[in-house]
């Protein structure tokens, strides 16, 4: 009975030949489908990443149509074509690079200079308070701000284009928030000037709220409109 369960050799050694070559087989099976997947997990990622690509640039897209439209609504076109272009990808650039909202910065316009490329500040009295420009900026102050992108300002008249005026008002209300950590005080630093501010905050008087609030009003109508 036990002699007719043995395999005779040449059956043993096909045996043998058959498991190795079923083994083989399937390793190189699971190699071929280890490697398709690979390479499909590797054309999804590259897929997820374009789509991913293609949303941010869309929001990028999205973003520049809306401060394009703010800033043609504010300056009710006052703006040559060219001239809100450049604007529009002045403030583009400096929203993300400082992570600044540029409704806010177009907020700061609307009340400064109603979106008026040419306005020139008056104190009470009607004499020129030396303020110029969409950001009421004055020549010493843009000055000192313009290094911080580059920029060279020369004279009064180069505060008179609009996005040379944007980059040095917005560096110089950036330097306020960064000294005050509050857009609140910056901005009332941005109406009353920085020395005004820090003697009221030392003595610990309370700070007039009128210009924040005017400027917090405008920024509220522009986000109300979407302009998208």
Not at 69 to 76: G, I, P, T
Not at 116 to 131: D, T
Not at 144 to 171: C, H, I, Q, Y
Request: aromatic letters at 10%.
């Amino acid at each position: 009975m036990k002699n007719s369960l043995r395999l005779s050799a040449p059956m043993s050694v096909f045996i043998f030949v058959l498991i190795t070559a079923v083994l083989f087989s399937f390793v190189v099976f699971w190699g071929l489908q280890r490697k398709e997947l690979e390479n499909l997990s590797k054309e999804e990622m590259a897929l997820s990443l374009e789509v991913e690509q293609l949303n941010t640039i869309g929001n990028w897209t999205l973003e520049y149509v809306k401060i394009d439209k703010a800033v043609d609504f504010l300056s009710e076109k006052k703006l040559s074509e060219d001239a809100r272009r450049r604007l529009t990808e002045q403030l583009w650039q400096i929203s993300h690079a400082y992570s600044i909202d540029p409704l806010m910065i177009l907020a700061v316009v609307a009340q400064e200079s109603h979106g008026n490329p040419n306005a020139r500040g008056r104190m009470q009295s009607g004499a020129f308070s030396g303020a110029l420009g969409l950001m009421q900026i004055k020549l010493e102050t843009a000055q000192k701000m313009a290094w911080r992108f580059g920029l060279r300002v020369n004279s009064e008249e180069d505060l008179f284009k609009p996005e040379v005026n944007v980059t040095v008002g917005t560096a110089y209300l950036i330097r306020l928030i960064g000294k005050y950590g509050s857009w609140k005080e910056a901005l009332i630093a941005y109406n009353l000037g920085h020395s005004a501010v820090d003697r009221l905050l030392e003595r610990g008087q309370p700070l007039p709220l009128r210009y924040y609030e005017r400027v917090i009003s405008k920024y509220q109508m522009l986000v109300n409109r979407s302009f998208l």
